[in-house]
């Protein structure tokens, strides 16, 4: 029957895992290596990337509802006329009416023979061609004459304008340092900053109308590759072998241990909500995600050798 393991020995195996578990300081992916890994920026954020010491199986850095910030609409909404996508609205030419294919303006000066009850417009058709320009006298606003600016939409113009990057995720163990062994606690932490945690501010406007924003994580939830999640409040505690916590577990984004040995496939989430304001009152929120690329973690058994 073989011996219980020397305390002595069994702390001196912890704590060569644990050095082995040091967390190394590579370069930072350039944008263009990420998107050779399978990393696609989300539309409108052209400088995303994802980072780690093990890159693996990049992750998918969107997330979050369809309308992701892609900032595609503009702040004044597509209208369409032949097959051409045109603004709804333009500073020169006025509202589009998508009937008869005609931007309008309030004429200025009104003539002074203006019936009552009625106003020049003038008119410029064919999808905006100024070779079209007439005045038409009418006694209301045409189709599509002064709509407000919806606010939400100037909300993601706002939002394409600034990057919610990926988190860069690191673990202690992980597998390229060391392995780490069963029942031990694992270390987890992302590199803090505004572009990965927030707060990050933008503004859009349009017609009299400005939407404010605010983006900023809630929570960074840890996939720990076997069913597992641990959710975080922040970015986390780097781990130093020589600090005071070494050996132990991590004072605030940690997870307890595996229960066997295996290899394991860890990523996280930042999970974002970006809160809007517009000048007239009306308030809303966009949530968002974005996901790291995959560590992999490298769990052992304790051999223990007798004589």
């Given amino acids: 029957m073989p011996s219980a393991p020397r305390p002595g020995r069994l702390l001196a195996a912890i704590g060569l895992v644990l050095a082995l578990a040091v967390a190394a300081a590579p370069p930072t992916a350039t944008v263009a290596a990420a998107r050779e890994g399978g990393i696609e920026c989300p539309i409108g954020q052209n400088d995303c990337d994802v980072w780690d010491d093990d890159p693996g199986t990049p992750g998918n850095p969107g997330g979050g509802d369809p309308g992701d910030g892609d900032g595609s609409s503009g702040g004044s909404g597509t209208c369409q006329w032949k097959g051409r996508v045109l603004p709804c609205y333009d500073e020169d ?14 004429s200025d000066p009104q003539r002074e023979d203006t019936p009552e009850g009625m106003q020049w417009y003038t008119a410029t058709c064919n999808g905006g061609d100024l070779g079209s320009v007439h005045e038409e006298l009418l006694d209301a606003p045409p189709p599509g004459y002064g709509t407000p600016p919806d606010p939400e939409e100037l909300a993601r113009r706002a939002l394409a304008s600034i990057s919610l990057l990926p988190p860069r995720a690191t673990v202690a163990p992980r597998k390229r340092i060391g392995s780490g062994l069963v029942g031990l606690p694992v270390w987890m932490w992302a590199s803090p ?32 590759g076997n069913d597992d999640e641990v959710t975080c409040h922040g970015p986390g505690t780097p781990y130093d072998p020589q600090g005071p916590g070494a050996g132990g577990r991590s004072p605030d984004c940690g997870y307890a241990g595996y229960a066997k040995a295996d290899t394991y496939e860890v990523f996280a989430t930042t999970h974002w909500t970006v809160r809007w304001t517009a000048s007239n009152g009306v308030r809303g929120e966009i949530p968002q995600t974005r996901q790291s690329g995959i560590i992999q973690v490298q769990i052992d058994e304790l051999q223990v050798v007798t004589r």
């Fill in 93 to 106: 030419l006025g509202w589009f009416n998508n009937g008869n294919g005609c931007y309008y303006r309030l």
């Fill in 193 to 224: 900053g505004k572009a990965y945690f927030g707060p990050l501010e933008a503004s859009a406007s349009d017609r009299g109308l400005t939407v404010s924003i605010e983006a900023k994580v809630d929570d960074i939830v840890w996939d720990m």
